[in-house]
């Protein structure tokens, strides 16, 4: 009954490669959103998605393309790898828009770019 | 820019004292925040939330206080368990976490 799972869990990659990750939500809700978590543990929203439509586009590089299929899913696909992309990826989602309502995390995906 | 900070990276009380963990924020059209609990190898877990028209609120072991005059929050846990070792964030309307703070309690 896991409410917000992402695949896969570890990902280890090489510079230059292309990769996806993956989130689904069972909640029912309308927003989902991806962060970027860095080694001293600092959360940097970077996506956030409303009933498929983009609503927060922090600055991040246009190598980083979110892609909702539903509501209930918001991939995450990263083109050409660098060493600074390795950190742990969160997908959540919320019940309504723009951060209003708490946030139900993901286990997160830990990405290592060697 | 807009920031949220945590006044404090590490916290370490011993098991059963009140542990108090503080927040600042910069944004003074914030009218909603919220405390997470990230516990190592997890994403952020739901604690507890606050409206800009509240000053206090309370759950079960833990309060929060806001103070809109100088954009402070607060996370205070009552009885402090080895099961609260964890990271906390503040976070804030459009989604802005907080550096986080790390909880260590001593047995």
């Known amino acids: 009954d896991t409410a917000v799972s992402q695949t896969p869990k570890y990902l280890v990659t090489q510079m230059g490669n292309d990769k996806s990750i993956k989130c689904e939500q069972n909640?029912?809700?309308?927003?989902m959103y991806w962060y970027k978590q860095d080694s001293k543990k600092f959360l940097k929203i970077m996506f956030s998605?409303?009933?498929?439509?983009?609503?927060i586009n922090e600055t991040v590089p246009n190598r980083f393309s979110p892609k909702s299929p539903d509501k209930a899913h918001l991939n995450l696909h990263i083109n050409s790898l660098e060493l600074g992309d390795s950190a742990v990826y969160f997908c959540?989602?919320?019940?309504?828009?723009?951060?209003?309502?708490?946030?139900?995390f993901g286990p997160g995906t830990r990405l290592t770019v060697t | 820019g807009e920031s949220v900070g945590l006044h404090l990276p590490t916290l370490s009380v011993q098991e059963g004292d009140n542990s108090i963990i503080n927040c600042a924020y910069s944004?003074?059209?914030?009218?909603?925040f919220i405390w997470y609990k990230q516990e190592s190898g997890k994403g952020p877990q739901f604690i507890i939330d606050i409206r800009s028209n509240m000053d206090k609120r309370q759950g079960q072991r833990v309060t929060v206080l806001l103070n809109k005059t100088v954009k402070h929050l607060s996370l205070q846990i009552a009885a402090t368990q080895p099961g609260d070792s964890a990271v906390y964030f503040c976070a804030e309307t459009r989604a802005t976490f907080g550096d986080g703070t790390t909880l260590t309690v001593k047995p």
């Open positions: 909640l029912g809700h309308d927003t």
């Open positions: 944004n003074s059209a914030s009218d909603y």
């Open positions: 959540a989602s919320s019940p309504s828009t723009g951060g209003l309502r708490e946030q139900y």
């Open positions: 998605y409303n009933n498929k439509e983009l609503i």
